[in-house]
């Protein structure tokens, strides 16, 4: 644990840099950021070692297999894959019914009657490609997920 920035101003403390990553596309709960310190004392104590460490001569190594380190960042990749087409399915429902319901433009000479929005072949064909990538990324997200943790097992 390290301070950042002055308590008074608010202004970043000599030699510290930071700033903001934006939100991740589909893990919008994570606050992304990033530090930069130059020329900054970290007490140990302060330092929450728990996947690595800094000795006292100030050499940093890894506690732990590196595999299992790696494995959560793939893990958490793959739920937002696999959450991603979920979505993307879930959109594309709503999309489709929408359209399925709507009418507009009377387009056929003598009659009032509107047609459907998803008469129209752009529509269709952008919503119904829309859904395939949803499903086809869920249906791969769900068999490397399987793969992962049977891989999981091993490790």
């Given amino acids: 644990m390290v301070q950042l920035r002055d308590v008074e101003t608010w202004k970043m403390l000599p030699g510290v840099k930071s700033g903001d990553l934006g939100p991740k596309i589909g893990y919008v709960s994570k606050d ?11 007490p ?6 728990g996947l ?3 000795n006292k001569e100030g050499e940093f ?5 590196p595999r299992i380190l790696y494995s959560v ?11 991603m087409g979920i979505r993307t399915v879930e959109a594309s429902k ?9 009418r507009q433009f009377a387009t056929v000479k003598g009659t009032r009657v509107e047609r459907q929005v998803i008469d129209y072949q752009t529509t269709y064909t952008k919503l119904s490609r829309t859904l395939c990538r949803g499903l086809v990324t869920t249906v791969a ?3 490397v997920n399987k793969n ?3 891989m999981m097992k091993d490790v």
């Fill in 141 to 143: 997200g769900m068999w």
């Fill in 94 to 102: 709503m999309a489709l019914r929408y359209c399925t319901v709507r």
């Fill in 61 to 65: 190594s890894i506690i732990g297999d």
């Fill in 148 to 150: 992962f943790e049977l």
């Fill in 73 to 83: 960042m793939s893990g958490i990749r793959m739920l937002i894959v696999q959450s």
């Fill in 32 to 42: 992304n950021g990033w530090a930069a310190f130059d020329h900054v004392r970290i």
């Fill in 44 to 49: 140990r104590t302060n330092m929450l070692m």
């Fill in 52 to 54: 690595c460490e800094v």
